[in-house]
């Protein structure tokens, strides 16, 4: 059965930082690319960061470069995402996807509120 469980969401203040986590099971974590979306209120989900099956690449979404960091331990079969300088326009429901060319998973969600 494949799971993706995110955790480390919460409240915290403007310029605070967070940890998300998202762990994996019941499929071949090192053969998946990594992602985080988010969605807020209202609006379409929208991916954040990206990292390769190896974790030799990464990608952002231009509002958190600088800030955000996507890493993985394929050991671990765990994606995270720290994220820092956080901005009340960062509070959403945030999502881990595990995507390959033939299936994509996807995680309950965990949020994210950010107060000014």
């Known amino acids: 059965q494949v799971k993706l469980v995110e955790s480390g969401g919460g409240l915290v203040q403007a310029g605070g930082s967070l940890r998300l986590s998202c762990a994996a099971s019941?499929?071949?974590?090192?053969?998946?690319?990594m992602h985080w979306y988010r969605q807020a209120p209202g609006k379409e989900r929208d991916m954040v960061a990206f990292m390769s099956s190896s974790g030799g690449t990464a990608d952002y979404a231009d509002a958190v470069k600088g800030r955000f960091t996507i890493s993985r331990d394929n050991a671990k079969t765990t994606v995270y995402l720290q994220m820092n300088s956080l901005k009340p326009e960062d509070t959403a429901v945030y999502y881990c996807s595990a995507q390959s060319s033939r299936s994509t998973y996807w995680g309950q969600g965990t949020q994210v509120t950010v107060s000014s």
């Open positions: 019941g499929f071949t974590f090192s053969g998946y690319a």
